[in-house]
C-alpha cells in the first residue's frame, strides 16, 4: 500500500525559500508521476508541479519562476522548493501520486506551511 | 478565478440524486479527460472518477461522471450524510500545458 508523507518547516519568513520533501514508501518511486499541490486555507486546490522519475519536470506557469522539484530515487523521496515566499504561498501543501496528471490517486496527509515573520 | 467553474455550493437530502457541474474550454474539458475529487472535512483529497466517468476500486457506483463538449458532471445517488465534503473538477489544459481545478463545492446534506 503507498504511502506519501510531506515532511518540513511549518512556519517560513517572507522572502525565504519554502522546502518540503515528500517520502514515499509501499512503491517505488521510479515510476508515477509524482507532484505537489498547494491549498490555502479555506481555499480550492491549486497544482504547482510534477516530477517523473527519469527527472522531466512539468509547473505551474503561474508559479514557474519560483519552483523547483527534484527527485532522489536512491531515497524513494521527491522534493519542493518555493522561493521568495509571501503571505500568499501559505497553504496546506500536499504530496500525490499519478498514474498522470491530473490523475491523482494516491496522496499525503498534507502539512501547512506559514509564511510570517 | 479559478479555469474550470463550479458552483460554490449543493445541497440535497439523504436518498436523493444530486449533481454538480464543471464548465470549462476546449483546451481543457474539451480535449482531455476530467477527474473528480472528494475532500472530506480536514483530510486530503480523494480520487472519485477518473478519466470521465471511470471508478477506482473502492469507490461506490452511487458515484458517477459524465461529460459532454467543454462541460462535465458528477451525479451522487442515493445522497448519504458522509457524502457531505467538498468537491473539485479537474483536467489538463492544452493552453497552459499544466492541469486546472475547478474552485470547488462543497455539498451540504441536509
Known amino acids: 500500500q503507498v504511502q506519501l508523507q510531506e515532511s518540513g518547516p511549518g512556519l517560513v519568513k517572507p522572502s525565504e525559500t519554502l522546502s518540503l520533501t515528500c517520502t514515499v514508501s509501499g512503491v517505488s518511486i521510479s515510476s508515477y508521476y509524482w507532484s505537489w499541490i498547494r491549498q490555502p486555507p479555506g481555499k480550492g486546490l491549486e497544482w504547482i508541479a510534477c516530477?517523473?522519475?527519469?527527472?522531466?519536470?512539468n509547473y505551474n506557469p503561474s508559479l514557474k519562476s519560483r519552483v523547483t522539484i527534484s527527485i532522489d530515487t536512491s531515497k524513494n523521496q521527491f522534493s519542493l522548493k518555493l522561493n521568495s515566499v509571501t503571505a500568499a504561498d501559505t497553504a496546506i501543501y500536499y504530496c500525490?501520486?499519478?498514474?498522470?496528471?491530473?490523475?491523482?490517486?494516491?496522496w499525503g496527509q498534507g502539512t501547512l506551511v506559514t509564511v510570517s515573520s | 478565478q479559478s479555469v474550470l467553474t463550479q458552483p460554490p455550493s449543493a445541497s440535497g437530502t439523504p436518498g436523493q440524486r444530486v449533481t454538480i457541474s464543471c464548465s470549462g474550454s476546449s483546451s481543457n474539458i474539451g480535449s482531455n479527460y476530467v477527474y473528480w475529487y472528494q475532500q472530506l472535512p480536514g483530510t486530503a483529497p480523494k480520487l472519485l472518477i477518473y478519466?470521465?466517468?471511470q471508478r477506482p476500486s473502492g469507490v461506490p457506483d452511487r458515484f458517477s461522471g459524465s461529460k459532454s463538449g467543454t462541460s462535465a458532471s458528477l451525479a451522487i445517488s442515493g445522497l448519504r450524510s458522509e457524502d457531505e465534503a467538498d468537491y473539485y473538477c479537474a483536467a489538463w489544459d492544452d493552453s497552459l500545458n499544466s492541469p486546472v481545478f475547478g474552485g470547488g463545492t462543497k455539498l451540504t446534506v441536509l
Open positions: 500525490a501520486r499519478g498514474t498522470r496528471v491530473p490523475s491523482f490517486d494516491s
Open positions: 478519466r470521465n466517468n
Open positions: 516530477i517523473y522519475y527519469s527527472g522531466s519536470t
